[in-house]
Each structure stands twice: as C-alpha cells, then as structure tokens.
Nanobody
Framework: VQLQASGGGLVQAGGSLRLSCAATGNVFSINAMGWFRQAPGKEREFVSTFRWATGTTYYADSVKGRFTISRDHAKNTVYLQMNGLKPEDTAIYYC??????????????????WGQGTLVTVSS
C-alpha cells in the first residue's frame, strides 16, 4: 500500500486547511486510515483515524471539535478538515494506514503503512 498525502501549508491562527491522503496498491490490506503529527522537538502523536468498514472515527482530545476526518470510498482517500487552527497545531502531519485493533488505534504500532509528511504551519 502506498499513501500519498497532500494539503499542508501556512495559515493564520483561526484559519482552515484540508489534508488529503490517497491510498493505492493493495488497499484491501488496510481497514483504517488516519493521521499522526510530529511537532519540532516533540514525540509523534495521534490526531485522528477513520475505520473504513464501520465509519467509526477517533480523535485526539486536542483536536476534537475542530478537526473532522472523512473518507471518499471511491477514491480510497481520507481527508482531514482542520478548522480553528492554533499555533500548537504546527507540525508535520503523517498519513497512516493499517489494521489497528481498538487498543492500538491511537498508537503508531497499529499502522503498517505511512505516507510522506506534509507540513502544517499555523502563525499567530
């Protein structure tokens, strides 16, 4: 499975961005896609995940109510709509795909495929 992420950029605080992640290849080997992020000098952290079969979504507390994850089934693409962006959302955002179980959905170990990062910079 190959994951191609896009949509990062520079935005002012309070603004919006939409990230996209398209999956190609043997997409049947994954059942969830999501996003993680890593800010400078910090550990990678979970942001959000979408389970394909059930449509179940998961969010980090820090983004709940501001970010929305969705999927285009026909395009095997997951989107992350980010509204109300804050400077602390500045990070490289990584798309991830895999078959996480409930206990691993928020941990990177639940995902076997990763896309290249896309940089999101939020200015104050």
């Amino acid at each position: 499975v190959q994951l191609q992420a896009s949509g990062g950029g520079l935005v002012q605080a309070g603004g919006s961005l939409r990230l996209s992640c398209a999956a190609t290849g043997n997409v049947f080997s994954i059942n969830a896609m999501g996003w993680f992020r890593q800010a400078p000098g910090k550990e990678r952290e979970f942001v959000s995940t979408f389970r394909w079969a059930t449509g179940t979504t998961y969010y980090a507390d820090s983004v709940k109510g501001r970010f929305t994850i969705s999927r285009d089934h026909a395009k095997n693409t997951v989107y992350l709509q980010m509204n109300g962006l804050k400077p602390e959302d500045t990070a490289i955002y990584y798309c991830a795909g895999g078959r996480p179980i409930t206990s691993t959905v928020r941990g990177g170990e639940g995902y076997g495929y990763w896309g290249q990062g896309t940089l999101v910079t939020v200015s104050s």
